[in-house]
């Protein structure tokens, strides 16, 4: 049996701190999966990096970063946004990590545009500033309702309106809510015995 799952390399937040005291990443840059590998924090390139927030107890972190990583647990999170940092959460490929280490694909943290007429211009100017490859995006539908979680601060969690929830299966209670009380309200209205 094949196990399909995503093999994440793990970094905690007290190990980054470390890093950072050390002068091997520098906080006031966006800290990507290449700066990650770069710095030897993580020494394998994998299916994405995970971070955890082992250590990240009250001011762990001594300054505000600005991370993006492929995940994230909730204390890491926490961790990160207390210190008055940004984190995101973005989807990567172990190919899509290669390639960012190498300089051959750069770091983006909006979605490629659907359309034809709008990736044209996106693609152009990827090729015109040198890259040949972009990040890819999620297709499996586990990955795009994580991604659109902003709970999980996905990348894609601009996408979701108002009250609608990350899940493409599951409708949102609310709205059932709302449509059975309309039901309700309709056959009280019907009823001959109050009319009279």
């Known amino acids: 049996m094949e196990n399909q799952a995503a093999v994440m390399a793990e970094v905690n937040v007290d190990k980054l701190q470390d890093w950072i005291d050390a002068g091997r990443i520098d906080p006031t840059k966006p800290i990507t999966p290449k700066e990650l590998h770069q710095s030897n ?52 490929t172990k190919a899509a990590i290669q390639r960012l280490v190498e300089g051959k694909s750069v770091n983006t943290t909006v979605p490629l545009p659907t359309g034809p007429e709008h990736v044209k211009p996106v693609l152009k100017d990827m090729r ?54 309309k039901k309700k309200a309709k056959q009280e209205e019907t009823k001959l015995w109050e009319k009279l």
Do not use: C
Request: aromatic letters at 10%.
């Open 41 to 92: 924090l993580v020494g394998t390139i994998r299916d994405g990096i995970k971070l955890l927030g082992r250590g990240g107890a009250e001011g762990t972190l001594k300054q505000p970063i600005n991370i993006v990583v492929s995940r994230a647990s909730a204390s890491a999170i926490a961790a990160v946004e207390q210190a008055g940092g940004r984190i995101m959460t973005r989807y990567y």
């Open 128 to 181: 015109k500033r040198g890259f040949t490859y972009r990040l890819p995006d999620p297709t499996a539908r586990w990955d795009i309702e994580y991604y659109r979680d902003p709970a999980h601060r996905g990348y894609l969690s601009h996408t979701l309106k108002r009250g609608q929830s990350p899940s493409l299966y599951f409708k949102v209670p609310e709205a059932q809510l709302k449509k059975r009380g």
